[in-house]
Protein backbone atom coordinates (compact mmCIF):
# COMPACT_ATOMS: atom_id res chain seq x y z
CA UNK A 1 0.00 0.00 0.00
CA UNK A 2 0.59 3.66 -0.66
CA UNK A 3 -0.59 6.05 1.36
CA UNK A 4 -3.82 3.85 2.50
CA UNK A 5 -3.65 3.14 -1.65
CA UNK A 6 -3.76 -0.73 -3.04
CA UNK A 7 -1.89 -2.55 -5.42
CA UNK A 8 -3.58 -2.92 -8.32
CA UNK A 9 -2.45 -4.42 -11.72
CA UNK A 10 -4.96 -4.17 -14.68
CA UNK A 11 -4.74 -6.31 -17.55
CA UNK A 12 -6.20 -5.22 -20.75
CA UNK A 13 -7.95 -6.40 -23.77
CA UNK A 14 -5.09 -6.31 -25.95
CA UNK A 15 -2.74 -8.08 -23.68
CA UNK A 16 -1.05 -4.57 -21.88
CA UNK A 17 -0.69 -4.66 -18.03
CA UNK A 18 -1.00 -1.46 -16.31
CA UNK A 19 0.46 -0.93 -12.91
CA UNK A 20 -0.78 1.50 -10.18
CA UNK A 21 -2.42 2.41 -6.77
CA UNK A 22 -6.46 2.98 -6.33
CA UNK A 23 -8.89 3.66 -3.29
CA UNK A 24 -10.19 1.02 -2.03
CA UNK A 25 -11.71 -0.26 -5.76
CA UNK A 26 -14.99 -0.61 -6.41
CA UNK A 27 -15.98 0.33 -10.16
CA UNK A 28 -19.01 2.85 -9.97
CA UNK A 29 -19.94 3.21 -13.47
CA UNK A 30 -17.53 2.38 -16.70
CA UNK A 31 -14.36 3.48 -15.37
CA UNK A 32 -11.86 4.07 -12.06
CA UNK A 33 -8.78 6.25 -11.23
CA UNK A 34 -5.35 4.41 -11.35
CA UNK A 35 -2.43 6.65 -9.73
CA UNK A 36 0.89 5.58 -11.49
CA UNK A 37 3.32 3.24 -9.45
CA UNK A 38 5.92 5.61 -9.86
CA UNK A 39 5.59 8.84 -9.83
CA UNK A 40 3.45 9.06 -13.25
CA UNK A 41 -0.29 11.01 -13.85
CA UNK A 42 -3.37 9.20 -12.56
CA UNK A 43 -4.94 8.01 -15.24
CA UNK A 44 -8.39 7.47 -15.62
CA UNK A 45 -9.03 3.23 -16.75
CA UNK A 46 -11.99 2.92 -18.82
CA UNK A 47 -13.66 -0.77 -17.82
CA UNK A 48 -14.77 -1.21 -21.58
CA UNK A 49 -10.72 -1.86 -22.53
CA UNK A 50 -10.35 -4.10 -19.36
CA UNK A 51 -10.48 -7.80 -19.19
CA UNK A 52 -9.33 -7.80 -15.16
CA UNK A 53 -8.22 -5.78 -12.11
CA UNK A 54 -5.79 -7.34 -10.09
CA UNK A 55 -5.55 -6.66 -6.39
CA UNK A 56 -1.87 -7.78 -5.52
CA UNK A 57 0.63 -7.98 -2.80
CA UNK A 58 3.24 -6.78 -5.06
CA UNK A 59 3.50 -5.34 -8.33
CA UNK A 60 6.45 -8.19 -9.14
CA UNK A 61 4.85 -11.05 -8.61
CA UNK A 62 7.06 -14.43 -9.78
CA UNK A 63 6.50 -15.05 -13.45
CA UNK A 64 7.73 -18.71 -12.54
CA UNK A 65 5.01 -19.51 -10.17
CA UNK A 66 1.52 -21.26 -10.79
CA UNK A 67 -1.30 -21.16 -8.34
CA UNK A 68 -1.96 -24.57 -6.31
CA UNK A 69 -4.03 -26.21 -8.34
CA UNK A 70 -4.81 -28.98 -5.44
CA UNK A 71 -5.53 -25.69 -3.36
CA UNK A 72 -8.79 -26.78 -1.40
CA UNK A 73 -11.83 -24.55 -2.06
CA UNK A 74 -13.41 -23.12 1.22
CA UNK A 75 -16.66 -21.65 1.58
CA UNK A 76 -15.13 -18.39 3.12
CA UNK A 77 -15.25 -16.50 0.25
CA UNK A 78 -18.55 -18.13 -2.21
CA UNK A 79 -18.84 -20.57 -4.26
CA UNK A 80 -16.32 -22.26 -6.50
CA UNK A 81 -15.69 -20.95 -9.65
CA UNK A 82 -13.99 -21.52 -12.81
CA UNK A 83 -14.09 -18.66 -15.76
CA UNK A 84 -12.53 -18.94 -19.10
CA UNK A 85 -11.50 -15.35 -20.68
CA UNK A 86 -12.61 -15.06 -24.49
CA UNK A 87 -8.54 -15.29 -24.92
CA UNK A 88 -8.79 -18.53 -23.51
CA UNK A 89 -7.12 -17.85 -20.18
CA UNK A 90 -8.58 -19.91 -17.45
CA UNK A 91 -9.05 -19.12 -13.88
CA UNK A 92 -10.17 -20.36 -10.72
CA UNK A 93 -11.14 -19.35 -7.13
CA UNK A 94 -14.49 -18.21 -5.23
CA UNK A 95 -16.98 -15.78 -6.44
CA UNK A 96 -20.47 -14.60 -4.97
CA UNK A 97 -21.94 -15.23 -8.56
CA UNK A 98 -22.59 -13.74 -11.34
CA UNK A 99 -24.23 -9.96 -10.85
CA UNK A 100 -27.54 -9.28 -12.73
CA UNK A 101 -26.78 -5.88 -13.40
CA UNK A 102 -23.04 -4.12 -13.60
CA UNK A 103 -20.05 -4.70 -15.63
CA UNK A 104 -17.92 -7.05 -13.31
CA UNK A 105 -17.61 -9.53 -10.93
CA UNK A 106 -15.08 -10.04 -7.90
CA UNK A 107 -12.99 -13.26 -7.58
CA UNK A 108 -10.75 -14.86 -4.57
CA UNK A 109 -7.97 -17.11 -5.10
CA UNK A 110 -8.35 -20.63 -4.04
CA UNK A 111 -3.95 -20.64 -3.39
CA UNK A 112 -3.42 -18.31 -0.04
CA UNK A 113 0.22 -18.03 -1.45
CA UNK A 114 -1.04 -16.20 -4.68
CA UNK A 115 0.11 -12.83 -5.16
CA UNK A 116 -3.47 -12.19 -6.24
CA UNK A 117 -5.63 -10.37 -3.07
CA UNK A 118 -8.89 -10.40 -5.49
CA UNK A 119 -9.57 -10.19 -8.63
CA UNK A 120 -12.09 -8.02 -9.87
CA UNK A 121 -13.37 -9.62 -14.01
CA UNK A 122 -15.39 -7.89 -16.53
CA UNK A 123 -18.01 -9.67 -18.10
CA UNK A 124 -17.59 -8.79 -21.24
CA UNK A 125 -14.17 -10.62 -21.11
CA UNK A 126 -15.60 -13.51 -19.77
CA UNK A 127 -16.68 -16.53 -22.78
CA UNK A 128 -17.59 -19.25 -20.03
CA UNK A 129 -18.26 -19.57 -16.08
CA UNK A 130 -18.70 -22.84 -13.92
CA UNK A 131 -19.86 -22.50 -10.09
CA UNK A 132 -19.13 -25.87 -8.03
CA UNK A 133 -17.23 -29.09 -9.05
CA UNK A 134 -20.97 -30.44 -10.78
CA UNK A 135 -22.13 -27.27 -12.42
CA UNK A 136 -22.32 -27.17 -16.11
CA UNK A 137 -21.18 -24.39 -18.06
CA UNK A 138 -22.69 -21.15 -18.22
CA UNK A 139 -22.09 -18.73 -21.43
CA UNK A 140 -21.58 -15.39 -20.81
CA UNK A 141 -23.18 -13.04 -23.57
CA UNK A 142 -20.99 -9.89 -24.31
CA UNK A 143 -22.75 -6.92 -24.10
Do not use: H
Amino acid sequence: MRDGKERVVVRMRDGRRVCGFCDSFGPRGMSFILDGDDESAARMIDLRDVKAVFGVKRFEGDPLYRDDAKAPYSARYGRPTLIEFVDGEVMRGYSQGLPLDGVGFFMFPCDPQSNNLWVYVVIDAVQRVRFGARSAAMSVAAA
